[in-house]
Every structure is written in structure tokens, then in C-alpha cells.
């Protein structure tokens, strides 16, 4: 078994641990950007995808710029795992547009996922407007001012 050397900033998988680059982020903007635009069009030949709007949240990409995941969502409504399969379909016609739209030597492949930070921001709003943690709150502030 071959050990890193201590020096190694790989995490598993070759991800670094430090996060992504400059480049990594750039190129991710830049498929969200032409990913918005064409979900805005709704040029899809997929019956499933016919008046369907999709919202591109955030792109990642891998560091050899091959793989790029796609978070999407349904502003206001919380069936995207419905839409998935159809945006599987039309992967490879996302490809063929962004790579007349990037200058890129190889266009990244796409997966979608469904962007769940809105319901996990709404579920961390409800937690802390509880009356548990009000009263905890207040009992802290309150123990701050008799200091």
C-alpha cells in the first residue's frame, strides 16, 4: 500500500482539501450562466420538459475540469426529483450548446442534483425561531447584561 506523503494536500478521491481553484470557479460560473440561458429559453424537445422552468443554483466542477455538477430547483415547488430523469436525457444536447458557447479544450459532463439548501435553510429558520431555543436565547442575553 502506498502512504501520501505528509505534504499532500489531496483529499479522497484527489479532491483538494483546500477547496476549489480560481479556475474551478470561473468555468462554473460561466456553465451556470449558459445553463440559465437555456433552461430561460425551454428549447427542449422532451415532453417531460415542456413548460417545465428549471433554476440553475450552483455549478461545481471537478479539477480536471471533466465533471460538473449541476444544482437545480423548482422555485416554489418541490418536485425537481420528477424532472431529473428528463434532465439526464437532455444532458448531451447541453453539452453540444456549451461547448459552442465555452471555449474549453473538453466540455464537462453534466449531472444534475437537486439543490436542497432552501428547504435546509427554511428547517434552520423554523429550529431557531422555536420557543426552546427563544428561551435559551433570552436566558443567555439576559445572563450577559447581569455581567
Do not use: C, N, W
Not at 3 to 31: C, H, I, K, M, W
Not at 68 to 75: D, E, P
Amino acid at each position: 500500500m502506498k502512504t501520501r506523503p505528509s505534504f499532500d494536500l489531496l483529499g479522497p478521491a484527489g479532491e483538494s482539501s483546500v477547496g476549489p481553484s480560481t479556475r474551478q470557479l470561473r468555468v462554473a460560473e460561466e456553465v451556470r450562466h449558459v445553463l440559465a440561458e437555456l433552461f430561460a429559453r425551454t428549447e427542449f424537445r422532451d415532453p417531460e420538459l415542456y413548460g417545465v422552468t428549471v433554476t440553475v443554483t450552483e455549478v461545481r466542477i471537478s479539477p480536471d475540469l471533466r465533471h460538473a455538477t449541476v444544482f437545480v430547483t423548482r422555485l416554489g415547488r418541490d418536485d425537481i426529483e420528477a424532472v431529473l430523469p428528463a434532465l439526464k436525457r437532455v444532458a448531451s444536447f447541453l453539452r453540444k450548446r456549451l461547448s459552442s458557447a465555452l471555449r474549453l479544450r473538453t466540455v464537462p459532463e453534466l449531472h444534475f442534483q437537486p439543490d436542497t439548501s432552501l428547504e435546509h435553510a427554511m428547517e434552520v429558520e423554523t429550529i431557531l425561531r422555536s420557543p426552546e431555543v427563544q428561551r435559551d436565547l433570552h436566558r443567555d442575553s439576559a445572563s450577559d447584561d447581569a455581567d
